[in-house]
């Protein structure tokens, strides 16, 4: 399905998060995280607080070629996080699908 709306836009957001998440996540709380009011927050990515169920979650969204982030990144990102999660008690409520 095609939507009309620009990528990196709140509907944007809202219709990817309901396509690939579901309605409730769709439906969902949904602000920018901005520096000072400007969105997004870096010329490649914008990044959105979702309150949905089981609390605030942060959804990144790559808004071009230059966002992507070679290979050797991912398995870096995993290792930073479960370190992070180790040293906090309870974990530290940050997911990641593994890019």
Same mark, same amino acid.
């Given at each position: 399905m095609?939507?009309?709306?620009?990528?990196?836009?709140?509907?944007?957001?809202?219709?990817?998060l309901?396509?690939?998440?579901?309605?409730?996540?769709? #439906? @969902?709380?949904?602000s *920018?995280?901005?520096v000072?009011?400007?969105?997004? +927050?870096t !010329?490649?990515?914008?990044?959105? =607080?979702?309150?949905?169920?089981g609390?605030?979650?942060?959804?990144?969204?790559?808004?071009?070629a230059? #966002? @992507?982030?070679?290979? *050797?990144?991912?398995?870096?990102?995993?290792?930073? +996080?479960? !370190?992070?999660a180790?040293?906090? =008690?309870g974990?530290?409520?940050?997911?990641?699908?593994?890019?």
């Amino acid at each position: 399905m095609t939507l009309a709306a620009p990528a990196g836009t709140a509907d944007w957001v809202r219709h990817v998060l309901a396509t690939h998440w579901g309605d409730a996540w769709g #439906g @969902a709380g949904l602000s *920018p995280l901005t520096v000072g009011g400007a969105a997004p +927050l870096t !010329h490649t990515a914008g990044l959105w =607080r979702v309150a949905a169920a089981g609390g605030d979650h942060v959804f990144k969204v790559q808004l071009n070629a230059e #966002g @992507a982030r070679p290979e *050797p990144f991912h398995p870096l990102k995993q290792r930073i +996080l479960a !370190h992070c999660a180790a040293r906090r =008690r309870g974990g530290n409520g940050v997911r990641s699908s593994g890019r």
